[in-house]
T-cell receptor, first 110, second 111 residues
């Protein structure tokens, strides 16, 4: 069974400090990993996916198949990064369901 | 930019009543999903729908649940006889096969 684990429910970081939100997964197939973000009173939206290897809003995430991890990183936190972040996975190359982690609430302290 | 819409934003119902949650996916999308999030818990997959039929459903999606695409635009989730534990945020999503786009959600409260 596929599973996504986000060990931190809450994370507070000072503005300008580096951010790392942890995500580990277990999946027997070829997973595609995503980070979704939900800002206050807004809908879930895709932040980035491992296949595109983009940097969005300064965030990056590298898929480490050996450690089965997909941690989200940003070198310098900004106040507008405060939000709920969800790691998710699906089967690669197919429009399959998403399996979500429990989410991490990131708060940036001014 | 096109968006997934959901109505109502909040639905309050009595236990045992039927509810229908409505979603309008993005118009050229082919795959549709329902997810739910009980307060304080993770977002959970309920059902996926493609080519006018269910393509996958979770254990949560029992006989009390059904989905329909009654016309070319709406995608509905029906709960036949609501239980207290059905209280949750219900999200609709749609995709062409790449990124899933989510609606704003319907908060269902069962009293």
């Amino acid at each position: 069974a596929q599973r996504v684990t986000q060990p931190e429910k809450l994370l507070s970081v000072f503005k300008g400090a580096p951010v790392e939100l942890k995500c580990n997964y277990s999946y027997s197939g070829s997973p595609e990993l995503f980070w979704y973000v939900q800002y206050s009173r807004q809908r879930l939206q895709l932040l980035l996916r491992h296949i595109s290897r983009e940097s969005i809003k300064g965030f990056t995430a590298d898929l480490n198949k050996g450690e089965t991890s997909f941690h989200l990183k940003k070198p310098f936190a900004q106040e507008e990064d405060s939000a709920m972040y969800y790691c998710a996975l699906s089967e690669q190359d197919l429009p399959e369901k998403l399996t979500f982690g429990t989410g991490t609430r990131l708060t940036i302290i001014p | 930019e096109p968006e997934v819409t959901q109505t109502p934003s909040h639905q309050v119902t009595q236990m045992g009543q039927e509810v229908i949650l409505r979603c309008v996916p993005i118009s050229n999308h082919l795959y549709f999903y329902w997810y739910r999030q009980i307060l304080g818990q993770k977002v959970e997959f309920l059902v996926s729908f493609y080519n006018n039929e269910i393509s996958e459903k979770s254990e949560i999606f029992d006989d009390q649940f059904s989905v329909e695409r009654p016309d070319g635009s709406n995608f509905t989730l029906k709960i036949r006889s609501t239980k207290l534990e059905d209280s949750a945020m219900y999200f609709c999503a749609s995709t062409t096969g790449r990124e899933q786009f989510f609606g704003p959600g319907t908060r269902l409260t069962v009293l």
